[in-house]
């Protein structure tokens, strides 16, 4: 049977916006702005506003060092309120949320990139070169808290599961969650006495924190820079731990591209529903779980607080999914679709609206700007994520009423396509 005329039609205009034609090969060229999934963008753009709340606290003051003793900072009730809202609703959830996102991004790439090049894992692969670079500057010469770097290394890990089947993506998923739990569980409760003794004294974390306020506060770049690497070096062990969920959801997200959830929505609305019901439930269950062991088990370990992660490897990537499909079940209201549609310009700008928030937060708080590190509680923290994600909103969808691409995109496309496409930042028709 012959298919449609408009229908043809539509997959021709489709093909016209991926392909580019010399007379004998393709040449690979940049997805259209009109071919995102706007779903994606917006979730995106809320996941900077939890990652930004979350990364407030390692901007503002050595929350990397106070976490771990009680050193006597924010003892206010204000800032004890933001603390636990920030360690139950924000911390690990939304850059899961992330994470998943890249997962997906990683498979929608992939599948467009092979209707436009013979080598779509080579695209790929400038792809995460470049992320590579970019992390690599951000974590040494800017701000210790980068995610980009990681994300880049564990990118390269999802090109062996390109050509795997969903189940086996979602089978690898569950099985890195399980194993780091039973890790976890191992380490902690069969060989207590392995982190303590490995850990550095109190002494040792109150002279860190003392260094840290000096550095970030009034100290010279050069001094900052010193501390950046010792804070990178000390939260590497946390970070190994955290690796395994991180792919997990990287797997989670490029199972969902896989089985191109995110294009026919409303075909899955009672998979969305049934997974917004047990999302909450597991996480629920976890996050007590992860509670009870940071104030039962932790709060008595002299070493790191590492015991809670039992917790955060099941609660962050079940909550993070009871988060996406909130939004998606609110998406089916057309009031909700008004007021969560500026979101969609930040998510569009994901990579130069991470990277503003690190070179805006650095400002105030570091001794080359403001030098208000140590002085801002958590409570203020929030208040003051919020104002920078605001002007963050507004910026973006004045930007992109003007350009297709926020500024690091578009140098971000330019490398990965070496520069085939040349207008890309020209005002949009």
């Not at 820079?225 to 590497?236: A, Y």
């Not at 700008?349 to 928030?357: D, S």
Request: net charge positive; hydrophobic share 50%; charged share 15%.
């Amino acid at each position: 049977m012959n298919e449609p005329e408009e229908k043809i039609s539509s997959r021709k205009r489709e093909e016209s916006f991926y392909m580019a034609n010399d007379g004998q090969n393709h040449i690979a060229t940049p997805a259209s702005t009109t071919k995102r999934i706007g779903e994606l963008d917006l979730i995106r753009g809320m996941a900077l506003l939890g990652i930004l709340i979350a990364n407030m606290q390692i901007f503002s003051y050595p929350y990397l060092y106070t976490s771990i003793i009680d050193a006597g900072w924010w003892q206010n009730a204000w800032d004890q309120t933001a603390l636990w809202f920030i360690y139950l609703f924000v911390e690990q959830k939304f850059f899961t949320i992330f994470s998943f996102l890249f997962g997906l991004g990683f498979m929608i790439f992939l599948q467009r990139a092979k209707h436009k090049t013979d080598r779509p894992i080579r695209l790929y692969v400038r792809r995460l070169l470049f992320l590579f670079v970019l992390g690599l500057i951000h974590t040494y010469l800017i701000w210790s808290g980068d995610i980009l770097l990681p994300y880049a290394l564990l990118g390269f890990l999802l090109i062996f599961f390109y050509h795997k089947s969903a189940k086996t993506m979602l089978t690898w998923a569950v099985g890195l969650l399980v194993a780091s739990c039973l890790f976890m569980i191992i380490q902690t409760f069969l060989f207590d006495n392995f982190m303590a003794a490995r850990a550095p004294s109190v002494l040792v974390i109150e002279n860190l924190i003392q260094d840290s306020v000096h550095a970030y506060s009034q100290g010279t770049y050069m001094d900052m820079l010193i501390q950046r690497l010792l804070d990178s070096d000390f939260g590497m062990e946390f970070n190994i731990f955290m690796m395994p969920m991180i792919l997990a959801m990287f797997l989670f997200g490029a199972y969902a591209g896989k089985k191109e959830l995110f294009r026919n929505l409303n075909q899955h609305r009672t998979g969305i529903k049934k997974m917004w019901r047990w999302s909450f439930i597991i996480g629920t269950v976890f996050l007590i779980v992860q509670v009870v062991l940071r104030t039962q088990v932790d709060a008595q370990n002299s070493g790191y607080n590492m015991a809670h992660i039992i917790g955060v490897l099941i609660s962050a990537p079940a909550l993070c999914f009871f988060y996406i499909t909130s939004v998606l079940l609110l998406l089916q209201r057309d009031i909700w679709q008004r007021l969560l549609r500026p979101l969609k310009a930040v998510g569009r700008m994901a990579l130069t609206n991470y990277l503003l928030q690190t070179v805006v937060c650095t400002l105030i708080f570091y001794s080359y700007g403001f030098g208000m590190y140590g002085k801002l509680g958590p409570a203020l923290g929030v208040v003051l994520a919020f104002i920078i994600f605001g002007i963050q909103i507004i910026a973006s969808n004045l930007w992109l009423k003007h350009f297709k691409f926020g500024p690091m995109e578009w140098i971000w496309r330019s490398f990965t396509y070496k520069g085939v496409f040349a207008k890309t930042l020209e005002k949009e028709d």
